[in-house]
């Protein structure tokens, strides 16, 4: 199965409003990663966690390995939100290479 | 911060041809890895460029029709041998220096006619 489990894979929030996107892993990870990838296909780096929470204007995460998930959080959604996200992580014995989540479609309506 | 530079950005080429990709980084990276992306998919690990030695190929990927170079630590190719249209898809190279954040270049979107 896959290691990276990443939910919803599509998603539709208002503008002003705010949800919040996970990823589970069934093995240990050392450190997550989310992505925003536009329309043009470049990968933006939102977070990079090896624990804990990080915060980023009106973007949150958290990853907890020892209960194998991490979240996204958005509050306050604008339109240039809209785009799909990724989260991605390290095994523990995996060298910095990344296995990818399926990613989230994210629609960001007026 | 390392950046990461891909040429070209885009390319259009024939079925049976082959296309090289590079990936140069502004300073010296540990790790580099390749990634493909097909349409409304996710990304998937192609193979780890390893320095001055033969890459690492995840399962579904060979030297043969994707091989790799890094001849240092700043610099990848990766070449698509007797290009498919069901190659068709983004190219992403990445590197990491050693517990940093992962770095992506801004990808390569290949369509094979």
């Known amino acids: 199965g896959d290691q990276v489990e990443q939910s919803p894979s599509a998603l539709s929030l208002h503008e002003g409003t705010g949800s919040a996107l996970r990823c589970n892993f069934t093995t240990t990870m050392r450190a997550v990663q989310w992505f925003q990838q536009n329309s043009r296909g470049s990968l933006i780096n939102l977070f990079y966690l090896a624990s804990g929470t990080k915060e980023n204007g009106r973007l949150k995460s958290t990853f907890n390995s020892k209960e194998s998930y991490s979240t996204l959080h958005i509050r306050d959604a604008q339109l240039e939100d809209s785009g799909t996200y990724f989260c991605?992580?390290?095994?523990?014995?995996?060298?910095?290479?990344?296995?990818f989540g399926k990613g989230t479609q994210l629609i960001i309506q007026p | 911060s390392v950046l990461l530079y891909q040429k070209p950005n885009r390319d259009i080429c024939q079925s049976g041809t082959s296309l090289k990709i590079q990936c140069v980084a502004d300073?010296?990276?540990?790790?580099m890895f390749w990634y493909q992306q097909f349409q409304e998919q996710s990304l998937m690990l192609m193979a780890t460029?390893?320095?001055?030695?033969?890459?690492?190929?995840e399962s579904g990927f060979t030297k043969d029709k994707f091989p790799i170079s890094r001849p240092n630590l700043t610099f990848s190719t990766l070449t698509v041998n007797n290009a498919r249209p069901g190659d068709s898809s983004i190219y992403f190279c990445?590197?990491?220096?050693?517990?940093?954040?992962?770095?992506f270049g801004e990808g390569t979107r290949l369509s094979v006619l």
């Open positions: 460029a390893n320095e001055g030695s033969e890459a690492t190929y």
């Open positions: 991605a992580a390290e095994a523990t014995e995996g060298a910095d290479r990344l296995t």
């Open positions: 300073s010296q990276v540990v790790s």
């Open positions: 990445s590197g990491t220096d050693n517990n940093q954040a992962p770095l």
